[in-house]
């Protein structure tokens, strides 16, 4: 039966509400009309992603006064800085005069200053300069800070929020708190953080990056190898509103992926135990005993994603490593290639959700956490 686009949010909505009410054994992943509507997109931003906390990377980009990094929550610029008393601060990067952007990229600075007529804003988002304003009978300096954004340090992690009044992450996170403290991740070390951009529907990389179900199959000849995967993933509780999660536990004899000999924090079967956190919308980390890597996605419009890729290495990984920029030139080859085999297939899936007779099928129980994004899909949309 041929398919005929539908652009219709109430419809479209209407399904994802019947597809999360399905008990998780019966039911079906994300149907093509759920990447394709433009009318579905608005709505995840004004209903997803300015109202909840979005990852901008970790503490550890910006160690020392005046380093800053920018980043878009959907289309909204902010920076995020360490201000002039050490704490992190996030605000808006739009210009009080004329609404242009502020600041690019990352880097370190005294103060801020708008490339186009010369407005500077202190680290704290003040606005300290302003070249020949004096006549202006409504510039008022008070008035014309950068608007400053909630933002919250978790375990090393840098969220921020567009909402003034949002539960806090550590509230919303409380469970997990139990479950990824022992790993002490706020110590890992940043090696490195990109940002990129992808031709597919963010939602469909959301899905990809959660579940285990294809690491031996795509990943084969890269992290999927030794996943025997039936052993390998144990299926946790982790439905909660906010987040959800799933464990893996290596095979005693990896050499990647399991802790150091010196790591003296993590006892038992967790030596050998990662965990692969979703924060709801669309924070997706891999925790594993010896390093983390990890994605902050954004939607850029119906099929552009834009993300924030970076991963980190356990203190004592750093410490006793042989030659530091081999092992980190080796760890971020191995996950390069590994985003390589997932780019091919989430920009597929995509192209293929605009075919005709293009359908969407029954999940795997190793897919549990792809239902529970369809419920939280669901909670906000429906
Ligand atoms: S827009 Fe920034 S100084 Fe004019
Ligand atoms: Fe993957």
Not at 42 to 55: M, P, R
Not at 177 to 193: D, K, R
Not at 206 to 220: D, K
Not at 286 to 302: F, N, R
């Amino acid at each position: 039966m041929l398919k005929v686009k539908n652009n219709n949010l109430k419809e479209i909505t209407d399904e994802l509400a019947s597809l999360a009410s399905n008990p998780s054994e019966r039911t079906l992943g994300l149907s093509p009309d759920m990447f394709l509507s433009e009318e579905l997109a608005t709505a995840e931003l004004e209903q997803i992603f300015y109202k909840e906390w979005s990852c901008i990377g970790r503490e550890d980009d910006i160690p020392n006064i005046g380093d800053f990094v920018t980043f878009k929550i959907g289309d909204q610029p902010i920076i995020v800085v360490r201000s002039a008393d050490g704490s992190i601060r996030a605000m808006s990067n739009i210009c009080r005069h004329r609404m242009m952007t502020v600041a690019e990229g990352h880097g370190n600075t005294r103060q801020f200053s708008c490339p186009y007529h010369g407005w500077t804003y202190s680290l704290e988002g003040s606005l300290v300069g302003a070249p020949h304003m004096t006549c202006s009978k409504n510039f008022d300096k008070e008035e014309l800070s950068l608007r400053v954004l909630r933002c919250e340090i978790w375990h090393g992690w840098i969220y921020v929020s567009l909402m003034d009044e949002i539960t806090s992450v550590a509230d919303r996170l409380e469970q997990l708190e139990a479950i990824v403290q022992p790993y002490e991740m706020e110590h890992y070390v940043t090696v490195f953080v990109e940002d990129w951009e992808w031709n597919t529907n963010w939602k469909i990389l959301c899905q990809n990056f959660m579940e285990g179900y294809h690491l031996p199959v795509a990943h084969r000849s890269t992290v999927g190898r030794n996943f025997p995967i039936e052993q390998t993933i144990f299926d946790s509780d982790g439905a909660s509103e906010w987040f959800t999660y799933q464990c893996f536990l290596k095979p005693n004899d990896m050499a990647f992926g399991i802790a150091h000999p010196m790591n003296q924090r993590l006892i038992g079967p967790s030596r050998r135990t990662s965990v692969m956190p979703t924060v709801f919308p669309s924070h997706m980390y891999v925790l594993a005993p010896d390093h983390l890597w990890y994605l902050s996605l954004q939607p850029d419009g119906v099929g552009k994603v834009r993300m924030r890729y970076g991963a980190a290495l356990a203190p004592e990984v750093i410490q006793y490593a042989e030659n530091e920029r081999t092992l980190v030139d080796e760890f971020k080859q191995l996950l390069d290639k590994t985003q390589e085999e997932d780019r091919l297939l989430v920009e597929s899936i995509f192209e293929n959700a605009k075919a005709p007779v293009s359908i969407a099928g029954p999940l795997s129980w190793l897919e549990r956490e792809v239902h529970e994004f369809t419920q939280y899909l669901a909670r906000k949309l429906a």
